[in-house]
């Protein structure tokens, strides 16, 4: 198990998946929590790895800043890594179909899997309220 201090600052971070959802559970992807789940991170917490979390695997590579190019290389990197580990583990590849791409338990992620997603921070535009935001909006 996971010590709980270090469970609620992942909780805190908002790197913890979270169990209970009712979705997962009607689909029965809530498996086994917390046994069956795991989430692996490197020291900057910039490189995370979900197991059983709504898919199998979810790798995940992230930063603050703009360096888009970095973050999709550490990526790259990371899917490569992972993927030569499990084949020596148990000499299987990430399951892939000629129709229809990388095999996922979300059938949204059918293809590649892949999502990007970048946050940004627009100085002035937040500092009057979201009322102000939205209606700018």
């Known amino acids: ?20 959802d009712r979705n997962l559970t009607v689909a029965g ?5 917390p046994e069956g789940r795991g989430i ?10 979900w197991v059983n979390e709504e898919d199998q695997l979810r790798i ?9 190019k970095g973050v999709f290389e550490r990526l790259a990197q990371g899917i490569k890594a992972v993927g030569d580990s499990v084949k020596e583990e148990c000499g299987q590849d ?4 000629e129709k229809y791409g990388y095999i996922h338990s979300c ?4 293809g590649t899997g892949m999502r990007a997603s970048v ?5 002035g535009w937040t ?10 909006c």
């Open 60 to 68: 995940i590579s992230m930063q603050k800043g703009g360096d888009v």
């Open 94 to 97: 990430f399951m892939l179909d």
């Open 40 to 49: 692996f991170h490197n020291k900057e917490k910039t490189f995370l790895v």
């Open 1 to 20: 198990g996971m010590d709980e201090k270090v469970r609620q600052q992942l909780v805190d971070d908002h790197f913890l998946f979270m169990s209970g």
């Open 107 to 110: 059938p949204t992620n059918l």
């Open 119 to 123: 946050h940004i921070d627009l100085p």
């Open 29 to 33: 992807m809530e498996r086994d929590w």
């Open 127 to 136: 500092k009057e309220g979201v009322d102000k935001l939205k209606a700018r």
